[in-house]
């Protein structure tokens, strides 16, 4: 009976531990002298993490593809590079299957948002240097930039909890044309808050992702016969 009782022990303190986990989600994305780095990176307890770098991307001419070079390292010490291609169908036919699947699932909305708000925010940066030539046109994008990093920065609070100063700035230049703009943003959710939210997903579409699924698959086709 001991073993029982110790085994039962274990597993609850298993349980815990994995609900208790931080998962922190960072993603960077730099743009300098014509050449852009995307990355991003999931980290566990600090110590466990994988990046994926996205820093070239390509235009198809011929096919209108985007084209992609995908890197991955991780602590483990493991790095893979792959090519990735999308064409306009298939980012298409992506959007279109997002677009059904949010319309069936309108009543998430809620649950989605009470999710988000267990979001933390531990550092927000976007820096933005540029210039137009003109002077009179860099001014008033400058005030447009402002606008819109402001509004980004009030909606992101606005559904998460902010841990810390927004750090923001957009640098004019009158005298050249130039762009540089660097954005990072790093968020910590707790697996057990993912793990709560997707069985209240699970619970409100009864389980049957397979009908929701078919459906979603008929109107599309339904859609493209029209």
């Known amino acids: 009976m001991g073993w029982v009782i110790a085994a039962a022990a274990v597993l609850l303190v298993l349980c815990l531990v994995t609900a208790a986990t931080p998962v922190t989600l960072t993603l960077r994305?730099?743009?300098k002298q014509q050449k852009q780095d995307i990355q991003v990176t999931i980290t566990l307890w600090h110590l466990f993490y994988k990046t994926i770098h996205l820093p070239l991307l390509a235009l198809d001419e011929e096919t209108g593809s985007i084209l992609a070079r995908e890197k991955t390292e991780s602590s483990m010490g493991?790095?893979?590079e792959k090519k990735v291609r999308e064409t306009p169908e298939e980012m298409r036919s992506q959007w279109e299957t997002i677009q059904l699947w949010l319309r069936h699932m309108n009543d998430l909305r809620p649950l989605l948002f009470r999710f988000l708000y267990t979001w933390k925010i531990n550092k927000f940066r976007w820096k933005t240097r540029f210039g137009t030539g003109d002077a009179a046109w860099t001014g008033l994008i400058s005030g447009v930039a402002w606008s819109v990093k402001?509004?980004?920065g009030g909606l992101l609070s606005a559904v998460m909890k902010l841990n810390c100063s927004p750090e923001v700035s957009v640098s004019p230049e009158f005298q050249r044309r130039t762009f540089e703009s660097e954005f990072v943003c790093m968020v910590t959710v707790r697996v057990g808050h993912a793990i709560i939210t997707g069985?209240?997903?699970m619970?409100?579409?009864r389980g049957d992702v397979f009908a929701l699924w078919k459906?979603?698959?008929d109107e599309r086709r339904r859609e493209e016969a029209s």
């Open 203 to 205: 619970k409100h579409v």
């Open 150 to 152: 402001q509004t980004t």
């Open 78 to 80: 493991k790095e893979q």
């Open 29 to 31: 994305v730099k743009y």
């Open 199 to 201: 069985i209240r997903v």
């Open 215 to 217: 459906k979603t698959r």
